[in-house]
């Protein structure tokens, strides 16, 4: 098993470059990008036909799409970023270049696993710290929208707490706490898939608007079953959400907290990430 670390007091980027491909949720194409290491701090974007503009990912860039999370490029979106960044926070990789062949990324498997194993392939190398890495708070904050709470108390670590409470008897409610580092993170949480629910995923399919989802890269809930089981963990659906928050925090940092979530989504994220970010 790859030596991850046991804690996030030193950063890292990858010893070499690493591509994968595969199909895009929203576009059902084909899409490829290559994961480089980069000389400056931060997680940079080119696109390979315009390979000398190249961005560098900031909070002020993303933005919410109903089914995913895109970051808007100059005049174009790159779609479904989440959990490539959820793997890079992580596993505290930084100093990151993504030259992308496409408009999306890969959904490979819907876990982050798949891109752990490609880190694991090239493996991974010090590098110094950047400013926001693993950033101490000095105050508690409490943020929700509707029913949904996130909230945040300063820590020596950084300890996530997160429940969910689906009406659908597959899922119910589901509480998982994980003290956070790069090897629990592998083990415990990037494995973890994406879910989705058969009546959304059939209305969805005939808006057009996943045509690159289907049973290999999400979990698919039928009421009180799962159409595509087994499940990798009993309570996947929980770990995905840590996995997803995680990635919704990579460009701002992931803050040394007590983070407590109830009923988690990609928009209560987003309300940290920019408190966090002011
Ligand atoms: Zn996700």
Known sequence: MYPWPTHYDDCFTISSSITRDGVGLH????TKI???????EGYYVSFSD???KIYRLDQSLIGNTMLCTAVKLGKRNLYTIEHLLSSFAGCGINYIHIEVDGKEVPLLDGSAIQWVKAFEEVGIKKVPKPSNFMKGINQSKILNQNDS?????PSKQITIISTIDFKYEAIGVQTFTIELNPKAYVE??????TFGFKDQFDELNELGLIKGGNLENALVCDGDKWVNPPLRFANEPIRHKILDLIGDLALVGLPKAQIMVYKGSHSLNALLASYLNS
């Open 27 to 30: 576009s059902g194409e084909k």
């Open 188 to 193: 415990l949480i990037a494995p973890a898939r």
């Open 34 to 40: 290559t994961i480089n290491p980069y000389e400056h």
């Open 50 to 52: 315009t390979p000398n």
């Open 149 to 153: 709470v996130i909230s945040l108390i």
